[in-house]
T-cell receptor, first 110, second 114 residues
Framework: RKEVEQDPGPFNVPEGATVAFNCTYS??????FFWYRQDCRKEPKLLMS???SGNEDGRFTAQLNRASQYISLLIRDSKLSDSATYLC???????????FGSGTKLNVKP | DAMVIQNPRYQVTQFGKPVTLSCSQT?????MYWYQQKSSQAPKLLFH???????NEADTPDNFQSRRPNTSFCFLDIRSPGLGDAAMYLC?????????????FGSGTQLSVL
């Protein structure tokens, strides 16, 4: 079983739409959680950390559900520039091992 | 600006010809990582250094080696590249180990093997 699993998509949505991605993780001892954004042939860039209380950054909202071992990312009012692959990343706290999901591809269309 | 720098951005090598990829950081982070990422796949951790302590992943082939001569620099050596080693190689750093540490990535080196 993979440490981190994501729906690969692609999610094809029109501009202005709201879209949500989920990610599940297998290690209940995992300590910290992140969403990274990766553009084609570029490096992953930190989008936001995910906290138990949930957190919001502009149009982006991240939630963590420890009981069910999943995290989510909600994007409101999608922009063309949001088109990218979104990687779910989990730090198990086991000597700082970061586990990556394979990413969810988002295409925002005009 | 403090950052993680990888050179070169694109590297072409021949089958079996050794190649070295380089990474430097101005963040003064203790931990440096090398990831391999193939198309539409998750980045796969090859190894990492905590300061000078080298930590190899169990499934990393012997063909891949690494050196960290000082805090700022880390190298990935591929001794005999095969066609299957064509990928994006990502260098990353984190300040330390433990909870809430984040990864900071370089721009990656896209390796082609002819």
């Amino acid at each position: 079983r993979k440490e981190v699993e994501q729906d690969p998509g692609p999610f094809n949505v029109p501009e202005g739409a709201t879209v949500a991605f989920n990610c599940t993780y297998s290690n209940s001892a995992s300590q910290s959680f992140f969403w990274y954004r990766q553009d084609c042939r570029k490096e992953p860039k930190l989008l936001m950390s995910v906290y138990s209380s949930g957190n919001e950054d502009g149009r982006f909202t991240a939630q963590l559900n420890r009981a069910s071992q999943y995290i989510s990312l909600l994007i409101r009012d999608s922009k063309l520039s949001d088109s990218a692959t979104y990687l779910c990343v989990v730090n198990t706290g086991n000597f700082n091992k970061f586990y990556f999901g394979s990413g969810t591809k988002l295409n925002v269309k005009p | 600006d403090a950052m993680v720098i990888q050179n070169p951005r694109y590297q072409v090598t021949q089958f079996g010809k050794p190649v070295t990829l380089s990474c430097s950081q101005t963040l003064n982070h203790n931990v440096m990582y090398w990831y391999q990422q193939k198309s539409s796949q998750a980045p796969k951790l090859l190894f990492h250094y905590y300061d000078k302590d080298f930590n190899n992943e169990a499934d990393t082939p012997d063909n891949f080696q690494s050196r960290r001569p000082n805090t700022s620099f880390c190298f990935l050596d591929i001794r005999s590249p095969g066609l299957g080693d064509a990928a994006m190689y990502l260098c990353a750093t984190s300040r330390d180990t433990g909870d809430n540490e984040k990864l900071f990535f370089g721009s990656g080196t896209q390796l082609s093997v002819l």
